[in-house]
């Protein structure tokens, strides 16, 4: 497992998050491809969904951009094949909602995610009490279900969110939409043992990371720092600037690498 050795070394994971299709396939697929290099450790990769009701500004147009672009989960699921001709080393978690999962067919997408090289599933709009309907059908697959815990999170409801957690937990430092708010480290380091105290399950932590200094403020601690709102809004600053594709993903790549090296080098 990639945490495990992550631990072995001393270092927490870089996990991004980019939006499949975001700004177009080919663009997204090249970023996708470059990301292992840059230093990602484990890629969230978001499903576009026209409500994304966690998201804030940036991930919202990023799934506009990708949606207009033709984006569709079977495209999902076939840049995830096609990175997996030269990649089957680092761990994809696909990241996004349950309604497009429902429209594609529960078991028949639990199925195909595995068959396509997916290894975990974020599906941030269903709580524990109703994921039995892809938890199972994922399970059956093997692939993990990764659950979120919040500052809202209390001890019981944590025992909840835990008990049938995978992979790794997801803890959202600031409560609210993605990209919005910042974080006190200290808030998080104290949430972080309070959740380490009832798993032995790897810790990662999204949510207000923007820069390298903050994800390696994180990362000190925390067994992973996931940036995303950071990373697409480089897409939308290249589209912006009229960048060509080289271009957009050169600068993402780019800005992954400073926040890898931040990461893996945080406890140095």
């Known amino acids: 497992m990639q945490f495990e050795r992550l631990q072995r070394a001393g270092r927490a994971a870089f996990i991004p998050f980019v939006t ?13 491809e470059k990301l ?10 978001g499903v576009p969904f026209s409500d994304p009701m966690a998201d804030g500004p940036a991930i919202q147009a990023s799934s506009q951009r990708a949606l207009t672009a033709g984006m569709t989960v079977a495209k999902v699921l076939d840049m995830v094949r096609r990175f997996r001709k030269h990649d089957l080393a680092t761990p994809i978690v696909l990241m996004g909602y349950y309604n497009p999962i429902h429209a594609y067919g529960t078991a028949r997408f639990a199925k195909d995610a595995a068959q396509a090289g997916v290894d975990g599933l ?5 709580p524990p009490e109703e994921d039995t309907v892809l938890r199972t059908p994922a399970a059956a697959q093997h692939l993990d279900l990764i659950r979120l815990a919040t500052p809202t999170t209390d001890e019981p409801r944590l025992d909840k969110i835990l008990s049938a957690a995978g ?7 600031v409560a609210g939409v993605t990209g919005t708010k910042t974080f006190t480290v200290e808030d998080v380091r ?6 380490k105290a009832h ?5 990662a932590v999204g949510f207000g990371i923007k820069t390298p200094d903050q994800a390696a403020e994180i990362a000190r601690f925390a067994d992973g720092a996931v940036v995303g709102s950071a990373v697409v809004m480089h897409v939308a600053a290249g589209l912006q600037s009229g960048l060509r594709r080289a271009g957009i993903v050169r600068d993402v790549t780019d800005f992954c690498a400073a926040l890898a090296s931040a990461v893996h080098c945080a406890r140095l």
């Not at 292992?36 to 990769?45: K, T, V």
């Not at 974020?122 to 269903?126: A, F, K, P, Q, R």
């Open 199 to 203: 798993t032995s399950l790897p810790c």
């Open 36 to 45: 292992p290099s840059a230093g990602a450790d484990l890629i969230e990769l």
């Open 122 to 126: 974020i599906t941030v709009d269903l």
């Open 20 to 32: 499949a299709g975001d700004p177009d396939a080919e663009t997204s697929f090249a970023i996708l």
């Open 167 to 173: 992979g790794f937990v997801y803890y959202v430092s």
């Open 190 to 195: 104290n949430a972080l043992r309070r959740v």
